[in-house]
């Protein structure tokens, strides 16, 4: 379990996060969701360790951020590092060996390829594949069905399930709201750094109505298309 107790993140007079409550049990998949600049990546790297911040985040397993596979959205890959070479370099992070790579490699990557050369889905699915071969016991995915192909969306839902049923604490976040109904147990939707709405499954429908209301509201009769 992840426990987050009273978080405040600011970058100078901007606070960014303020009065976070949250905790996330294993074997549960939880979405975050909010408009761009909401604060959901800021609160991942909270998590993950990136940032300084007040309050508390605690789990079971410490440090936290040793049992952490981090996806962000933008991975980073070394210019001369092959994915097979990436694959390699965080496990051994994590004291595990991966003698085949290659073996292991689901979504058919040119493994003995630089990684800085993949296109933008690929270096995805890459990271992906290499924080799941950590064997971590909480995952952080940002944004994971962006800017990727629809079979492999398809596969990384798969995992997802799979993480779940390996009692393994999922955090989501996405703008398709579609990719949380079908991964997610809960949602918390955060507004301006601060959660403001939690609803599980039941309330799903009634969350992305809520958010589509205030969304869209009359910005097409103000746009005039014609």
């Known amino acids: ?3 987050i107790k009273e978080l405040h993140k600011q970058y100078g007079e901007n606070l960014v996060l303020k009065n976070v409550n949250l905790s996330f049990s294993g074997g549960r998949v939880y979405g975050i969701v909010g408009e761009n600049g909401a604060g959901k990546t800021t609160l991942f790297r909270c998590i993950a360790g990136l940032e300084d911040f007040q309050g508390e985040i605690s789990s079971e397993f410490r440090p936290l951020k040793n049992h952490l596979g981090l996806l962000l959205t933008e991975p980073f890959f070394f210019s001369n590092m092959t994915g097979n070479e990436y694959i390699r370099l965080l496990c051994n992070a994590r004291g595990l060996s991966i003698p085949d790579p290659e ?3 689901v979504f058919d990557l040119p493994l003995r390829q630089y990684a800085s050369t993949y296109s933008t889905g690929m270096k995805k699915k890459l990271a992906i594949t290499a924080i799941l071969l950590q064997e971590n016991k909480y995952f952080i995915l940002d944004e994971p069905f962006n800017g990727v192909d629809i079979q492999s969306n398809m596969v990384i839902t798969e995992i997802i399930h799979k993480l779940r049923e ?3 604490t999922v955090l989501v976040s996405s703008h398709i709201f579609s990719t949380l109904r079908d991964t997610c147990d809960e949602i ?3 507004k301006k750094g601060e959660p403001v709405t939690t609803v599980d499954k039941q309330g799903f429908d009634r969350l992305e109505a809520e958010m589509k209301a205030a ?12």
């Not at 969304?215 to 014609?226: A, D, Q, S, V, Y």
């Open 166 to 168: 390996l009692d393994k």
């Open 188 to 190: 918390h939707l955060l």
């Open 103 to 105: 073996a292991r490699n």
């Open 1 to 3: 379990m992840i426990r």
């Open 215 to 226: 969304t869209i509201g009359n910005k097409l009769e103000k746009l005039g298309i014609k």
